[in-house]
């Protein structure tokens, strides 16, 4: 009887880590996608500063070289 309560437990056991492994897989795809969209907002927020910037650079240089 000992043997087949030990195999039940082990069992009952094995179940349990395999539940909290999917768990915990699942969680860890639900960050990976929050990380992925928050660093796609980032890009596009640095792209767009980056082309701001850039383009009052340019107004800046052609505005100095209308009055040279």
């Known amino acids: ?8 437990a082990r069992k009952q056991t094995e179940l349990e880590i395999r539940q909290l492994n999917e768990q ?10 929050k990380l992925i969209a928050a660093n796609k907002e980032l890009q596009a ?3 767009t500063r980056f082309l701001m ?10 505005d100095l ?3 040279c």
Do not use: D, K, P
């Not at 009887?1 to 039940?8: E, L, P, Q, R, S």
């Open 1 to 8: 009887m000992g043997a087949c309560t030990n195999i039940t």
């Open 24 to 33: 915990v897989e699942e969680r860890v795809q639900q960050r990976t996608a």
């Open 45 to 47: 927020f640095f792209i």
């Open 53 to 62: 910037t850039s383009t009052l650079l340019y107004a800046v240089l052609m």
């Open 65 to 67: 070289v209308r009055h």
